[in-house]
């Protein structure tokens, strides 16, 4: 069964920094693109960022290009966001999702970044 | 780059049929046929419900199905269920190598 499981949300000022970690575990983790998404809580989501496999192929959303960093660890299974430069706008929760075709076929369960001084 | 539009709400009776749409422009729904739609229960994760404008993951009721035509993808849910009440957003690829939602369609079943 496909497992993904965010950490690293929290608190944080403007303009600080947070790196978000998506665990990965029953599926081959390094066979699939891998994404993240966010929502604020009541409203649509957001699609944040992509990366390929091999991490060679990576793209960013507008809203984030230049202040968040999408990474991936194949062998540890694990998916980073570094997210700086934070903004009040960027509270949300924060989903990491497996993909297929540009789409997201697995979720994890969200980890929520609050940005407030 | 704009998200995606759908209807802020759809409603319909049980039993009936239901088609919620989702347009966007050349440059993304137009593009290509990586379409895809989720639902998303209160408090839920979302689930995909159908990838590539038509395809339906493993375990999604034959009752969802997809299409596309020219800058507009719709989802109809035939044979509408209490249980299919929840918010529908729609997404899709995009000739920047990105992706992109809609802004998600309230579905109510009456």
């Known amino acids: 069964e496909v497992h993904l499981v965010e950490s690293g949300g929290g608190l944080v000022q403007p303009g600080g920094s947070l790196r978000l970690s998506c665990a990965a575990s029953?599926?081959?983790?390094?066979?699939?693109?891998m994404h993240w998404v966010r929502q604020v809580p009541g409203k649509g989501l957001v699609w944040l960022s992509r990366?390929?496999?091999?991490?060679?192929?990576?793209a960013y959303a507008d809203s984030v290009k230049g202040r968040f960093t999408i990474s991936r660890d194949n062998v540890r299974d694990i998916l980073y966001l570094q997210m700086n430069s934070l903004r009040v706008e960027d509270t949300a929760v924060y989903y990491c999702g497996r993909d297929v075709n540009s789409a997201v076929d697995s979720w994890g369960q969200g980890t929520l970044v609050t940005v407030s001084s | 780059q704009s998200a995606l539009t759908q209807p802020a709400s759809v409603s319909g009776s049980p039993g009936q049929s239901i088609t919620l749409s989702c347009t966007g422009a050349?440059?993304?729904?137009?593009?290509?046929?990586?379409v895809a739609w989720y639902q998303q229960h209160p408090g839920e994760v979302p689930k995909l419900m159908i990838y590539?404008?038509?395809n339906r993951p493993s375990g999604v009721p034959d009752r969802f199905s997809g299409s596309k035509s020219g800058n507009t993808a719709s989802l109809t849910i035939s044979g509408l269920q209490a249980e299919d009440e929840a918010d529908y957003y729609c997404?899709?690829?995009?000739?920047?190598?990105?992706?992109?939602f809609g802004g998600g369609t309230k579905l109510t079943v009456l």
């Open positions: 029953g599926f081959t983790f390094s066979a699939f693109w």
């Open positions: 990366m390929s496999r091999d991490g060679s192929n990576i």
């Open positions: 997404s899709s690829y995009t000739t920047s190598n990105t992706v992109i």
């Open positions: 590539d404008v038509t």
């Open positions: 050349s440059s993304d729904v137009g593009a290509y046929n990586h």
